[in-house]
């Protein structure tokens, strides 16, 4: 790729660590309940049982307005504001001769995308923890980008690993 400028997460931003902090060594284990309700750890809790997160992957299909950074800026805003999850940055970019690649991270994770404007193509990515519902986000994406056609499949993260990790209800 030529003359494209790299963007190294953590260098310039006003906030968030540069680089893992080791210093302090090993976080001691949690003694305390994941299960319980008044916990504040953001995991989701539901009848199949506790897990991190809900990680959608969106298919936008036969969709216009792909090619547009300032309209899939607002779109990743209005999916925030839907669900009820926390904006913390935006950071797009526009390919030449076209396309776009980017990512809102939010206090709840992420949603992401890199679109193919020539055949009407974009993969979202929409992961969210805690109390945000990205479900919403299939709705906010089909109207901002002008298409009924639109593909998900979801992946409970996490699921399993706590119990994995060896913690009892």
């Known amino acids: 790729m030529k003359d494209v400028n790299l963007f190294q997460l953590g260098y ?8 893992e902090d080791t210093a302090r060594g090993p976080v001691p284990a949690c003694d305390r309940d994941v299960f319980d309700d008044t916990r504040d750890d953001h995991f989701i809790r ?23 950074e ?3 800026q607002q779109a990743f805003r209005d ?11 935006i950071h797009t970019h526009k390919f030449s001769p076209q396309g776009v690649s980017g990512v809102a991270v939010l206090a709840e994770s992420h949603i992401s995308v890199h679109t193919w404007p020539e055949i009407g193509y974009g993969a979202f990515d ?14 906010v994406l089909a109207r901002a980008f002008n298409t009924s056609d639109v593909r998900v499949r979801e992946l409970r993260r996490g699921e399993g690993v706590v119990s994995e990790a060896g913690i009892s209800p």
């Open 12 to 19: 310039g931003l006003e906030t968030g660590a540069q680089e």
């Open 46 to 68: 539901d009848e199949a049982g506790v897990f991190a997160g809900t990680h959608l992957i969106i298919e936008v299909v036969k969709g216009t307005g792909l090619d547009d």
């Open 70 to 72: 300032a309209r899939i």
């Open 79 to 89: 999916c925030v504001g839907t669900c009820g999850a926390t904006l913390l940055h």
């Open 126 to 139: 929409v992961f969210m923890c805690g109390d945000a519902k990205p479900w919403l986000a299939v709705d």
